[in-house]
Each structure stands twice: as structure tokens, then as C-alpha cells.
């Protein structure tokens, strides 16, 4: 039953976000433009992998921008269209749901890697280098649980407030940043560092591209996946209180609807 | 005959921050204090001008709301705490354009709430079936709802409220909208629940609609309970329904 609730959400929100021209733009024309920018400043920067920074990085910020648009937006359209309250009061648990569309999403905005992908080696003539395609399989789907796991934490504290977009906008490029999606975080200043050491993108951006490189030292590569699933679990742990704690409080503010 | 729903001193106030800088709060007690049961197999009319509280109570009703104070149950449960023994047996009607999925089409609105509400999936096809006979949406019912009328969603939505067989459905002005053909319907929707022994609440604005449906019905000013019994009674001598309400609502704003 709970299978049949998150699949029939997952399949209703691919739907949804598909029929939406902004996700398309996120999803298909982001990733294009980003990978065309990137090839741009790395052209003449030494850095001959450029599945590395390029595709990858190209990949994965419209990854995360499809993340923040649709996961985050849709608890601001669900709400302004008046379905958000209809599925908080269904029977199903709501944490359930939101898992459900979240996933879908997800799944839908991988689709992001593949087009930066396919525009490096259309515009570019850039091959796919991928010297330890086993290890970026593993690397890829622990990143995609952790990227459920924050969105669904995000989706979470955005349920309580109504100025999603605003917050959406605010995090979307510095997690880009701080998490070196488009370069190693050993260019950022140690203060930052600190903060993107706590966040599992890090990692998980981390693993994929040393797998693009080759995994040599896998304790290295195993170490750092440890890191990754501690923290998943931690913002599992987190999203799990949340999602208790809202139950209560979005009734109590009445933050459900607009009216 | 069983009492399904009993409120007692209900209250809910809305805290509203205004002001850029000094944020001052001020309290809006949208219900203040209100109390009534009803009965199953009732159709029940909760009435009142514009901002009366009718819908706070609805949402109250419906778990989707907290109470800030006082007794709120429904089938004998807390709506705030035991609403998980609530939910699968009740079901909402909000009248408007909101509430559906409109990027999707009626048939796929309804699966996914029949998913939602863990209608076996043997039982679903059949059920929607029937539901948009009875709603009169068969021929449009694999269309987006975005290319339909104002009416034809708010039939979707009636649609929707249907989808787990409530026991209890509460309908805040569900006719908004509606042509005459669709508020018939409507009204011989709701009939029909309550010959299968469903109870029924609603508000609404049209006061031969209540004359029409309605057993018994609360009158609620500024979220405070004003009169409460049958339309007749209410009625008394006045020549209409309409007359005895302006006159009930001038009384009290005196
Ligand atoms: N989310 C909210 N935040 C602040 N105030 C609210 C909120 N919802 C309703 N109110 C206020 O509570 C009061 C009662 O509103 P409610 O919607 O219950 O009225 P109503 O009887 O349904 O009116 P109508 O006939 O216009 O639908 C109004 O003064 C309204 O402004
Ligand atoms: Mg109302």
C-alpha cells in the first residue's frame, strides 16, 4: 500500500513538473547552458578531464536546481492551488507523500547529468571518461539517496513557511558553491570549508569524481562513502523529527493554506 | 441515533503579525466559543454572513486545523491528536476552482486520491467509474482539468470527496459555481448520502438550498453561535427563510 502511495505520487509528480515550462528550463536548457560555461572557463585552465568539472559539475548544479525548484517550489504550488491541505488530511502520512514526489523528482532531474553529457560531446567532442564506472554506479546512487534526504528535509521546513521562493532562490547557486560541484572545495577559504564538510554533497560530488578519475586508493574512496552515509543518516534522523514536529505545528499556524 | 460530531466551547483564534519593523500582534478570534452536535444520517447547515467562522470550524472539523481551545470530535475522536481514526471516514468539499490537480485529467485526479486513501486497487477502476457518472464528467473525464470550466472542477471536486465513501463529508459552499443542472445534482448527491444513512455538513450562502436540504442548522455570527434548530423553526412566522436570517443577523449587530 505505502509502495503504491509513494509510486502513484512519484508518477503524478513527473507529470506535474514535466507539464511546468520552468522545470523543463531546469531540466533540459540549464544544464546545456551551465555545460557550455564551464567548457568555456575550463578550456584553457590545464584541466584536460573534463568530464571532471565539466560534465559532471555542469550535471549535477542542474541537478541541485531542479532539486530547489520543484521539491521546495511544489509545497508553494500546492499550496496556492489548494492541494497541499487535501493530502495533509488523506489517510496516507504526509512525510509519505512528500518521500513519494520527492523521489520522482529526483529520478526525473538524473536526466540533467545525461544532457550536460550529451552537449559536451555533441558541442565539444568531449568523450566519456569514466575510469571506474562500478565505483561512479555506487558513488551516483548514494548521492541521489542524500540529495532525497535533504530535499525531503527542506520540503519539510518549507511546509512551515510561505516564503518559499525567496529561500529556494537563496540557497540554489551558494550550495553549488560550497559544496565544489563546478570545483575542488580546496580553492574555498578554510571558514567556508568547515561548512561544506558537513554537508554530504560535498562527498558525494567527492566519490563521483574520483571515480571519473579512477578510484586508486579505494580505503580513500570508502572512508569518504562512510562519511557520506553518516551524514545521510543524520539528516534522515533530522527529517524524521522534523516531520513530527510539523504534523502538529502546520496546524496549529495554519500555514497549509493562503486563505 | 448516534451523535458523530460534538463541539463544545470551540475556539480559534488567528495570530496576525502586521507592521514592517514593530510587529504588533493582534488576535483574530475567528471562532469564539461555539457548540453544537450533530447527528448521523443528518444533513446539517452551518450559516453565517461572510467571515463568520464557518470555514475555520470546517477546517477544525477536518484535522486540518488545531483548535485553540475547547472540544472538537468527530465519530467520537479528537480532531487534534486522534485524527488518525478520523480521516479515512471523512472526507471535504471546498467549493472554488481550488483543490484539484490541473495538469492532470479528472480520471487521473481521482486515482491518485483513491491511492491516497488505500482504495484497494481491485475496487478503484469501478468506483471512479461510477463517480464520474454521477458527478457527469464521463466524456471529459481523460481531459486536463485546466481546459475546464469553473463548473466542471468544482463537479471534480465533489468528485473527489466521494472517492473514500465518507461517512461523514462536510461541503463548504459546494455550489459555488455550479449551474442549476449541477446544483440539482448536487443537491440529489447529498439526498442520496443520506439515505445511505451518511451525515452530512455544509455551508452555504443560498438559503432555499437549506430550506430544501437542511434537518437542522447553527447560525454562527462573528464566531459566536447566534440561533440553532430546523429551517421552520428558524422560519417562525416570517414569510421566508431569507426574512427571519436578515432579521436574526440585524438583531444582533444592533
Ligand atoms: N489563515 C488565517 N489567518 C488569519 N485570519 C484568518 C485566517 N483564516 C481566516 N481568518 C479570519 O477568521 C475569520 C473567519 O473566517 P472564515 O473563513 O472562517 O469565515 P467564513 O464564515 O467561512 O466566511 P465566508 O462566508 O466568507 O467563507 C475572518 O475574520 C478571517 O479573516
Ligand atoms: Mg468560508
Redesign the pocket.
Known sequence: MIFRVIFSTMIVQMKQSFARPMFRFCLLANPMLNTILLYEMYKNSGEENFMAYVVLGAGLMGLWGCICFSSAGDINRERYSGTLSLIFVAPTSFPIIILGKIIGNTLMSLLTLGISLATAKILFGIDLVLESPGYFLIALLASVITFIVISSVIACLLTLSRKTELYMNCIEIPMSLICGFVFPVSVLAPQVRIISYILSPTYAVELMRMAVWGVIDTTLFWEKMSILILLTIIYTLISVFLYKKIDRRVRIA?TL?V? | MEKVICVKDLKRE?H?KSGLFKKNKNI?K?VDGISFDVYEGEIFGLL??????????IKMLTTLLAPTSGQCQVLGYKTFGEEKNIRSKINFIFGGEMGVYRRLSARDNLRYFSNLYLIPANLQKERIDNILELVDLKDRADDLVETYSKGMIQRLQIARGLINDPEILFMD?PTVGLDPVGARMLRDIIRKLKAQGKTVLL?T?NLSEVEELCDRVVIINKGKVIYGGTPEEIKGDSLSLEDAYVKLIEEVSE
Do not use: L
Open positions: 495554519a493554506e486563505a | 488567528y496576525k483574530v475567528a453565517g454572513q461572510n467571515g463568520a467562522g464557518k470555514t475555520t470550524t459552499e455551508t450562502h
